[in-house]
């Protein structure tokens, strides 16, 4: 006889079909949209597993519109999360960091109500190394009035207007954290089951750290609140000396440090005077889900989820992190 687990499986599905009762006037579109999300990012991990026992690995001989190598794997991402959204008829538009355009949805408009913005594969440069990768997405309604009848202006909004955020981690297990303003909860995906099962409740980042998250490479070129701010918590000045910890695949940067408190940061560099992070696909759905858990997502000036957005890919520096680290960051601004 087996034994009945401690406390039923709640599986991500559920828990998107539970949010959704919190709206009686709620269609389900918005539910099985997100399903359209939980299903494309099961597909991209059973090739980020298999990443080397097939043909599937190295670079797909093209450039993406950031002018960065595409791996087959960002090609075969991007392809599969436009392919399970594209079907979901309220949506209306998706942009992707691998397409120079927005893709438009091929169905009537008057039925779409959402735009998906979304990352197919962040950090795909780390593959081939076998090192954490993720996807990321930012999903906003359609806004109201005659000036929004171009779906190109829905992806344009502050992340403020962000009804939903999130990521998955493709690491050591296949994570999705995901918010829908409602607190942020992380689901891992059980292999045996096939679906992602509630492992992380209510996930609330920690007042403290003690690593910080950068590439130090860089460090000469950063500004000079930036490198106090960096010796600062070397040398101790919020009571403990600080390490670093730095994978290069900021969805799993970022997860660390939603888990374990401290900081990430990209700030600006000698190559990347507005920061090399997006704001749409990167910076914003990473914000929501930090202030959702209690933490801080700033440009190094202004809070990320404020900025209002020029372009699909446009850059931003982003530093997000536990409340005491991000207040002494902003008590050293010049
Ligand atoms: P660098 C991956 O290419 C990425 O966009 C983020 O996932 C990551 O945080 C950053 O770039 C790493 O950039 O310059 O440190 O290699």
């Known amino acids: 006889m087996l034994k009945s687990p401690e406390k039923p499986t709640l599986t991500i599905q559920q828990h998107i079909l539970t949010e959704q009762q919190r709206f009686p006037e709620a269609s389900g579109e918005f539910s099985f949209l997100l399903s359209g999300i939980t299903l494309a990012s099961k597909l991209i991990q059973a090739q980020v597993r298999r990443a080397g026992l097939g043909n599937i ?48 949805m091929p169905h009537d408009t008057a039925d ?87 492992s992380h409740e209510n996930m609330k980042m920690p007042e403290q750290g003690k690593y910080y998250s950068v590439n130090e490479a860089y460090r000469d070129n950063f500004p000079t609140q930036y490198r106090t701010f960096l010796e600062g918590l070397r040398r101790g000045e919020l009571g403990t000396k600080y390490g670093s910890r730095y994978i290069g695949s900021m969805v799993a940067d970022f997860h660390r440090t939603l888990l374990r408190g401290g900081v990430f940061l990209y700030p600006p560099t000698s190559d ?29 000036k202004s809070r990320i989820l404020d900025i209002k957005p020029e372009a699909i890919h446009q850059r931003t520096p982003l530093v997000v992190g536990s409340r005491k680290e991000m207040d002494y960051f902003q008590s050293l601004s010049e």
């Open 272 to 300: 990347h005077a507005n920061g090399k992070l997006r704001l749409l696909y990167e910076a914003n759905p990473i914000a929501m889900i930090a202030e959702q858990a209690g933490g801080v997502a700033t440009n190094g």
């Open 57 to 104: 690995l190295g670079a797909a001989g093209e450039e993406n519109v950031q002018g960065e190598l595409q791996q087959k794997l960002d090609v075969y991402a991007n392809d599969v999360m436009i392919d399970k959204l594209s079907c979901r008829r309220s949506v209306g538009i998706l942009a992707s960091e691998e397409n120079e355009c927005a893709v438009m």
């Open 112 to 198: 779409a109500s959402y735009a998906v913005i979304f990352d197919p594969l962040d950090g795909s440069s780390n593959i081939d190394v076998n090192v954490s990768v993720g996807t990321t997405f930012s999903i906003f309604r359609r806004p109201v009035g005659p000036q929004y009848d171009d779906p190109n202006t829905w992806i344009l909004q502050n992340g403020t207007q962000q009804i939903a955020a999130g990521y998955v981690v493709y690491g050591s297990s296949t994570i999705m954290v995901y918010t829908v303003g409602n607190g942020v909860h992380g689901f891992t995906l059980d292999p045996a089951v096939g679906a992602f099962v509630m």
